[in-house]
């Protein structure tokens, strides 16, 4: 069964840049799977943010301006999000996912979500 | 980019009662590639539908969907104390993937 785990700091300054981590156990980020960035800020709904493919392919969001970008490490078994020139309005709980497999991404895999606050 | 409209925002009901969700895309979803997650407080969301009426591994068969094109639904036969709870619709058919934006199933 994989699990995801998603780490990084939980405060980031306005106009900084956001860095996340989603660590992948019980599975590998090979697999023919997309990999993926949801986030909700609190009290809102589900927001769609980007994935990517173990080959570097990604897709995004354009509602977040070019501002994200998704990365894998395979050394780690781990992919990344950096979200640069944050706003308070990037205040949200970030979530990684694991897609069905490369032809449908829906998502029976999530991570437990992490909370990152924008404020100085 | 796809638009998911959900209906209505909240449900107020009783348990044993039935619930019946809508989800509406501005345009069409192909294939079917819909799918309805269920999200409780502090916890990530939980899949349960997938192409539209097919249901994921272990899910109860108080839950089943319906719906193609532009229109779905979501409904819970009878609700249990554990499905009070909001829920989200998501498309992955067009990109980017969008979800709408939940409906809340709360008690009466």
């Known amino acids: 069964q994989v699990q995801l785990l998603e780490s990084g700091p939980g405060l980031v300054k306005p106009s900084g840049t956001l860095s996340l981590t989603c660590t992948i156990s019980?599975?590998?980020?090979?697999?023919?799977?997309?990999w993926s960035w949801v986030r909700q800020p609190p009290g809102k709904g589900l927001e769609w943010i980007g994935k990517?493919?173990?080959?570097?392919?990604?897709n995004y969001n354009p509602s977040l301006k070019s501002r994200a970008t998704i990365s894998i490490d395979k050394s780690k078994n781990s992919f990344s999000l950096t979200l640069s020139s944050v706003t308070a309005a990037d205040t949200a709980v970030y979530f990684c996912?694991?897609?069905?497999?490369?032809?449908?991404?829906?998502?029976?895999?999530w991570g437990q979500g992490t909370l990152v606050t924008v404020s100085s | 980019e796809i638009v998911l409209t959900q209906s209505p925002g909240t449900l107020s009901l009783s348990p044993g009662e039935r619930a019946t969700l809508s989800c509406r895309a501005s345009?069409?979803?192909?294939?079917?590639?819909l799918a309805w997650y269920q999200q409780k407080a502090g916890q990530a969301p939980r899949l349960l539908i997938y192409?539209?009426?097919s249901r994921a591994t272990g899910i109860p068969d108080r839950f089943s969907a319906s719906g193609s094109g532009t229109d779905f639904t979501l409904t819970i036969s009878r609700l249990e104390p554990e499905d009070f709870a909001v829920y989200y619709c998501?498309?992955?058919?067009?990109?980017?993937?969008?979800f709408g934006q939940g409906t809340k199933v709360e008690i009466k």
């Open positions: 996912a694991r897609s069905y497999d490369f032809w449908t991404d829906y998502y029976p895999n």
């Open positions: 019980g599975g590998s980020v090979g697999s023919s799977n997309w």
């Open positions: 990517i493919y173990h080959s570097g392919n990604t």
């Open positions: 345009q069409s979803v192909s294939s079917s590639y």
């Open positions: 192409g539209a009426s």
């Open positions: 998501q498309q992955y058919g067009g990109s980017p993937r969008t």
